[in-house]
T-cell receptor
Framework: DTGVSQDPRHKITKRGQNVTFRCDPI?????LYWYRQTLGQGPEFLTY????????KSRLLSDRFSAERPKGSFSTLEIQRTEQGDSAMYLC?????????????FGPGTRLLVL | GENVEQHPSTLSVQEGDSAVIKCTYS??????FPWYKQELGKRPQLIID?????GEKKDQRIAVTLNKTAKHFSLHITETQPEDSAVYFC????????????FGTGTKLQVIP
């Protein structure tokens, strides 16, 4: 499968623990996006990378959240001191800057449950 | 920022009938309007998109219309089939530099065989 992949697919953690998610974009895609989706809602933008540079962060991304894309390929999203309100599906999407029209391809998501 | 409203939240149609989902947006700078289909437990997948220089776009049984003056756009599915059952999300935003879109709250479409 050459699509966007995410790992793990499911994560259950206790409140206060740290969690880290990984996203592997489609190989030639230089743009990478993180979204959060709660039940019954559409995806909400969290942050965007162009190559290894994090160019925008949503106000939804509190200080407990950090994202990296160190070599411009895979990305990680870490949540520190998790809270029950962090329970959601975390989606990653990637796209290619030079494609027109630009299409974001989503990964399968990581479903986080904070107990 | 952009605010996207989507209606209805649920929609049931008989197989073969048409389905229409409507969205409104608030930011007149938005120039890109994609529609995503998300089946239960699966990733959102782009089904069609439209840009602000076009009023209508069609792809087989799916069509999208855009009214920039009224700031609303709609998805039309004709000859619905059971496999069309899913949650559909509209989105609006700016495509340029990078693609930042705001999603609607989704419409759960059920096609009854």
């Amino acid at each position: 499968d050459t699509g966007v992949s995410q790992d793990p697919r499911h994560k259950i953690t206790k409140r206060g623990q740290n969690v880290t998610f990984r996203c592997d974009p489609i190989s030639e895609h230089n743009r990478l996006y993180w979204y959060r989706q709660t039940l019954g809602q559409g995806p909400e933008f969290l942050t965007y990378f162009q190559n290894e540079a994090q160019l925008e962060k949503s106000r939804l991304l509190s200080d407990r959240f950090s994202a990296e894309r160190p070599k411009g390929s895979f990305s990680t999203l870490e949540i520190q001191r998790t809270e029950q309100g962090d329970s959601a599906m975390y989606l990653c999407a990637s796209s290619r800057e030079t494609s027109y029209p630009e299409t974001q391809y989503f990964g399968p998501g990581t479903r986080l449950l904070v107990l | 920022g952009e605010n996207v409203e989507q209606h209805p939240s649920t929609l049931s149609v008989q197989e073969g009938d048409s389905a229409v989902i409507k969205c409104t947006y608030s930011d007149s700078a938005s120039n890109y309007f994609p529609w995503y289909k998300q089946e239960l437990g699966k990733r959102p997948q782009l089904i069609i998109d439209i840009r602000s220089n076009v009023g209508e776009k069609k792809d087989q049984r799916i069509a999208v219309t855009l009214n920039k003056t009224a700031k609303h756009f709609s998805l039309h599915i004709t000859e619905t089939q059971p496999e069309d059952s899913a949650v559909y999300f509209c989105a609006a935003g700016v495509s340029g530099g990078y693609q930042k879109v705001t999603f609607g709250t989704g419409t759960k479409l059920q096609v009854i065989p």
